[in-house]
């Protein structure tokens, strides 16, 4: 896993193509909840990580974070997703929902890509806790600038970009 992340790294800094790693397996899953062991919290992102694209936490993954719990750790789920209902996707509150209620309880959830962020509430409800200001117009430019940007040298390198299909 390290050594592909640094190969990646590589690539990125000699051509400027950004790839991801694979979604992470049972036995990288296991390494890593290892590995968490002198750790006071475990950070995750959730999709393509905890779980596939838009999808219920399944079965195996609560057991996971029920064991980080019951080791008195912190979890942590950052995400991308959103914090209100969206067509044809879940939120990331929705997502986390097969996780029981005293599971849920303290944890801590970035979402928006942390421009919010939550702690679930003793009820296993989600309480914002934090809100990042909006991005003024000039912001707002930059980062056009930067996609347009990376967009172009994208295409120079011949990758395609993929809408994705509402």
Do not use: C, W
């Amino acid at each position: 896993y390290r050594v592909h992340r640094s190969l990646l790294k590589t690539v990125a800094a000699l051509t400027g193509a950004v790839y991801s790693l694979p979604i992470a397996g049972p036995a990288l899953t296991a390494k890593l909840i290892a590995s968490a062991a002198d750790k006071r919290a475990v950070f995750s992102d959730y999709d393509d990580t905890l779980a596939s694209y838009n999808q219920v936490l399944p079965e195996e993954m609560v057991a996971a974070v029920k064991a980080i719990k019951a080791a008195g750790k912190d979890f942590v789920v950052i995400s991308d997703r959103g914090d209100e209902p969206r067509a044809h996707q879940l939120t990331v509150f929705e997502s986390l929902a097969s996780l029981p209620v005293e599971t849920r309880a303290g944890m801590y959830i970035a979402a928006n890509s942390g421009g919010r962020v939550y702690r679930y509430d003793e009820k296993g409800e989600p309480v914002r806790v934090f809100e990042a200001p909006p991005l003024d117009d000039a912001a707002k430019a930059k980062i056009a600038e930067a996609a347009e940007a990376t967009k172009a040298r994208m295409k120079e390198l011949g990758a395609e970009q993929h809408a994705p299909s509402a």
